[in-house]
């Protein structure tokens, strides 16, 4: 299925990347209201009035990987950090094309995920992804599969690159604006 995990036992970055449909509006919605509250600023009842689609998972997301650490033993916490993002771009590159005409793309979101360090962050993500009802494509729905993980790698190459490299980036934002420089940091 496209369901992506990077990174091996000896990175401690991970980035998983989830293809697949948002759950309708109505029942994102419903789930996000359901979900636990964080914080003391959160408000119930929800206002979703001027929010779209995306703002609402954004808010069952919120909530959901957040209650789902803080329900974690205490010994399978760690002092890592995590980012997600919903990408939805203004049209799916062509190694995205699905096989069969089906579902409308209106829905179709990337989920990609990034932690460094955390031993329940896959478990995470899946609990994520169920309890947003997130409907995962299967792998035989790509007209061509290898092509979609190969440009799928690309992206998390890119997602995480701030994370692992700081320095490349901040050498290629030198270069963008014509510096030249000489690097002797250690």
């Given at each position: 299925?496209?369901?992506?995990d990077?990174?091996d036992?000896y990175?401690?970055?991970?980035?998983?990347?989830?293809?697949?449909?948002?759950?309708?509006r109505?029942?994102?919605?419903?789930?996000?209201?359901?979900?636990?509250?964080?914080?003391?600023c959160?408000?119930?009842?929800?206002?979703?009035?001027?929010?779209?689609?995306?703002s609402?998972?954004?808010?069952?997301?919120?909530?959901?990987r957040?209650?789902y650490?803080?329900?974690?033993?205490?010994?399978?916490?760690?002092?890592?950090?995590?980012?997600?993002?919903?990408?939805?771009?203004?049209?799916?590159p062509?190694?995205?094309?699905?096989?069969?005409?089906?579902a409308?793309?209106?829905?179709r979101?990337l989920?990609?995920?990034?932690?460094?360090?955390?031993?329940?962050g896959a478990?995470?993500?899946?609990?994520l992804?169920?309890?947003?009802?997130?409907t995962?494509?299967?792998?035989e729905?790509?007209s061509d599969?290898?092509a979609?993980?190969?440009r799928?790698?690309?992206?998390?190459?890119?997602?995480?690159?701030?994370f692992?490299?700081?320095?490349?980036?901040?050498?290629?934002?030198?270069?963008?604006?014509g510096?030249?420089?000489?690097?002797?940091?250690?």
């Open positions: 299925m496209a369901w992506i990077t990174g036992c990175d401690p970055i991970r980035v998983h990347l989830v293809d697949g449909y948002l759950a309708r109505n029942t994102l919605e419903r789930l996000a209201e359901a979900e636990p509250l964080l914080g003391p959160d408000r119930r009842p929800f206002r979703w009035e001027g929010h779209d689609l995306d609402v998972y954004e808010t069952l997301a919120f909530h959901a957040g209650n650490c803080r329900h974690l033993p205490r010994n399978r916490k760690t002092p890592g950090w995590s980012e997600a993002w919903l990408l939805k771009p203004e049209e799916w062509t190694e995205f094309r699905l096989g069969a005409e089906g409308s793309e209106d829905r979101r989920l990609v995920t990034l932690h460094e360090a955390c031993p329940s478990k995470c993500v899946q609990n992804v169920k309890k947003s009802r997130i995962v494509i299967p792998q729905a790509y599969y290898e979609f993980v190969r799928i790698l690309q992206l998390a190459e890119d997602v995480s690159m701030p692992r490299a700081p320095c490349i980036v901040a050498e290629e934002q030198m270069r963008a604006q510096y030249d420089y000489r690097t002797f940091g250690r």
